[in-house]
């Protein structure tokens, strides 16, 4: 057995519809098809993958989980940094770059309107 790859984030808030036009205006994921849960939410798709499921909870009730969570944060890898720069200046939303030393990545970090740390990776060459 080997762990792969992340499969998805899942996130619980009280505010699923901001965090729905955070993550397709800002990140860029698209909605799309979710099983029939009894509760509200939405999963945002990077490509064909879901990778962030929302749980609107009005009450903020931990869904799987006795404890707090204690993410830091959790990033994605893309492409295109020009245009990805370009829409959160046009969109003014919040962000510090960073360089990652010793590496050939370049990170934005970014909150959700909930205060999660995002990081968006992004290989530069040459």
Do not use: C
């Not at 619980?12 to 939410?41: C, H």
């Not at 990033?75 to 200046?89: I, K, R, V, Y």
Request: hydrophobic share 40%.
């Amino acid at each position: 057995m080997g762990i792969q790859r992340l499969e998805h984030v899942n996130v619980v808030t009280a505010r699923l519809n901001e965090m729905i036009t955070f993550y397709e205006g800002i990140l860029g994921l698209k909605s799309g098809e979710r099983p029939d849960f009894p509760f509200p939410g939405a999963w945002l798709y990077a490509g064909d993958r879901p990778v962030v499921h929302l749980v609107g909870n009005e009450a903020q009730d931990r869904v799987g989980s006795e404890v707090a969570l204690r993410l830091e944060h959790f990033a994605f890898s893309a492409t295109d940094m020009a245009a990805f720069e370009e829409n959160l200046t046009f969109n003014e939303y919040p962000f510090r770059k960073s360089n990652v030393p010793g590496t050939d990545l370049i990170q934005f970090h970014v909150s959700d309107p909930d205060g999660n740390h995002v990081h968006i990776d992004f290989e530069v060459t040459g």
